[in-house]
């Protein structure tokens, strides 16, 4: 989890890149509907985040490419 990949960056390194995008993002637009659109590796992060999981690169929980998500959560829960 730690190791970078080639001219990149580790999967530990993208999960707090946008574990902190996601929360900047939560509380610059609080009461707001947002939408988002990313690739599948960001949504896994969403999902480790809101569910309480542990991320790691290996998960399985990737939605469908060109799959549409509805999420809600409490702001005052994250």
């Not at 996601?22 to 609080?30: E, H, V």
Request: glycine letters at 6%; charged letters at 20%.
């Amino acid at each position: 989890m730690n190791e970078n990949y080639p001219s990149g960056e580790s999967p530990t390194d993208f999960y707090l890149r946008v574990k902190d995008a996601f929360f900047k993002m939560l509380a610059n637009n609080k009461n707001k509907k947002i939408i988002l659109v990313t690739h599948g590796g960001v949504i896994t992060v969403i999902l480790c985040l809101l569910n309480g999981y542990q991320y790691s690169n290996k998960l399985q929980i990737m939605p469908h490419t060109g799959s549409i998500l509805k999420l809600k959560w409490k702001q005052n829960n994250l």
